[in-house]
């Protein structure tokens, strides 16, 4: 897994409500990113981070935003969750400069009702 | 932005024979082509991967290809066994921020 965790694993929510989910890794990687997972479309990055402070938006980012405040630490904000964002959440890091490699952590099941 | 088509969406095969998933990109830019191995209920796992400046890639019983004039990519298993069965993923990076764009997958099934 890289050294990376994800919380929380599973989560059931209703419309409307707020939800942010936490990617932590321990190996000081610069990289981090955000993908969703759905039936028919594979993963889809959803935002990525190049250092702390540091983020863009990627192919399906309306109605989600990052915060990386520390090195270890990617979290992503549903600010209102809506049923079409019912999805896997996947977290990956690039291991190292110099190196397009990407490793995914285990994953958040989201559910929003 | 790049294009990831991947076929076939499903592929059975018997123990020992070999599989074959394709892939085909649009962006001439992508010069990086990862695989990956996901199981139920688990992140995906890079099994292999491949650069723009290389034609093959062989790694014991998996081997990637890549046609950069035709822009396709395939993934090859030989003797395929039962813990092979998954859903695989190919992707391709322009290399800008390591990007990837995936495509839609394909589940494999090694029946005995």
């Known amino acids: 897994d890289a050294g990376i965790t994800q919380s929380p694993r599973h989560k059931v929510t209703e419309t409307g409500t707020p939800v942010t989910l936490r990617c932590h890794q321990t190996e000081n990687h610069r990289y981090m990113y955000w993908y969703r997972q759905d039936p028919g479309h594979g993963l889809r990055l959803i935002h990525y981070s190049y250092g702390v402070k540091d983020t863009d938006k990627g192919e399906v980012s309306d109605g989600y935003s990052v915060s990386r405040s520390k090195t270890e630490d990617f979290l992503l904000t549903l600010e209102s969750a809506t049923s079409s964002q019912t999805s896997v959440y996947f977290c990956a890091i690039r291991s190292s400069e110099g190196t397009d490699t990407q490793y995914f952590g285990p994953g958040t099941r989201l559910t929003v009702l | 932005g790049e294009n990831v088509e991947q076929h076939p969406s499903t592929l059975s095969v018997q123990e020992g024979d070999s599989a074959v998933i394709k892939c085909t990109y649009s962006?001439?830019?992508?010069?990086?082509f990862p695989w990956y191995k996901q199981e139920l209920g688990k992140g995906p796992q890079l099994i292999i991967d491949?650069?723009?400046?290389?034609g093959e890639k062989k790694d014991q019983r998996i081997a990637v290809t890549l046609n950069k004039t035709a822009k396709h990519f395939s993934l090859h298993i030989t003797e395929t066994q039962p813990e092979d069965s998954a859903v695989y993923f190919c992707?391709?990076?322009?290399?800008?921020?390591?990007?990837?764009?995936f495509g839609t997958g394909t589940r494999l099934q090694v029946t005995l």
């Open positions: 491949i650069r723009s400046n290389v």
């Open positions: 992707a391709a990076s322009p290399g800008t921020a390591s990007k990837l764009t």
């Open positions: 962006d001439s830019a992508s010069n990086y």
